[in-house]
Antibody, heavy 113, light 107 residues
Framework: EVQLVESGGSLVQPGGSLKLSCVAS????????MDWVRQTPGKSLEWIGE????????NYAPSIKDRFTISRDNAKSTLYLQMSNVKSDDTAIYYC??????WGQGTLVTVSS | DIQMTQSPSSLPASLGDRVTITCRAS??????LRWFQQKPGKSPRLMIY???NLAAGVPSRFSGSRSGSDYSLTINSLESEDMAIYYC?????????FGGGTKLELK
């Protein structure tokens, strides 16, 4: 069974940093591109970015480019999202997905002073 | 960015109804269109991929279609478990973009 388990969400101050993790199981992690998607409270979904199988290529949404970095550790079957210089608009539930077919349960990030 | 204009934003319906939700793409996306269902407190669930293909485990009352730049999700004979928010996603170009969502609720 495919499982994606996110962690690392918390309360963070504006301008601060946070690193989210997503541990994958039930499939060969290194064979799949992976995505991060977020959902602001009561609102729609927003694609954040993706990473290829070996971590050498990433694509990002303009809204977070140069502030967020996606990486992966295939030996640990783990996907990461490094968030920097966070803003109040970054408050959301963050999901990792296997190219939007399988989704984790999400982790909540709240940006507030 | 490609805009996905989803309508309606809210759709009251009765059990047994046939309902249709539409997403209009601002540019050509081919058939790179997916539909998701999301229930309160849950993660999105893939329902349709490639505009018309039913994802694994999805009931056959769900179907997807395309007419030009308009993509539709149709649910035949609505059941109570179908009440949810539905989203479309284009993955033809970067950045990937979602529609604004359609809340399907009982009339």
């Amino acid at each position: 069974e495919v499982q994606l388990v996110e962690s690392g969400g918390s309360l963070v101050q504006p301008g601060g940093s946070l690193k989210l993790s997503c541990v994958a199981s039930g499939f060969t992690f290194s064979n799949y591109w992976m995505d991060w998607v977020r959902q602001t409270p009561g609102k729609s979904l927003e694609w954040i970015g993706e990473i290829n199988t070996d971590g050498s290529k990433t694509n990002y949404a303009p809204s977070i480019k140069d502030r967020f970095t996606i990486s992966r550790d295939n030996a640990k079957s783990t996907l990461y999202l490094q968030m920097s210089n966070v803003k109040s608009d970054d408050t959301a539930i963050y999901y990792c997905t296997r190219i939007s077919v399988y989704w984790g349960q999400g982790t909540l990030v709240t940006v507030s002073s | 960015d490609i805009q996905m204009t989803q309508s309606p934003s809210s759709l009251p319906a009765s059990l047994g109804d046939r309902v249709t939700i539409t997403c209009r793409a601002s540019q050509d996306i081919g058939n790179y269109l997916r539909w998701f269902q999301q229930k309160p407190g849950k993660s999105p669930r893939l329902m349709i991929y490639g505009a018309t293909n039913l994802a694994a485990g999805v009931p056959s009352r769900f179907s997807g279609s395309r007419s030009g730049s308009d993509y539709s999700l149709t649910i035949n004979s609505l059941e109570s478990e179908d009440m949810a928010i539905y989203y479309c996603l284009q993955h033809n170009e970067y950045p990937r973009t979602f529609g604004g969502g359609t809340k399907l609720e009982l009339k």
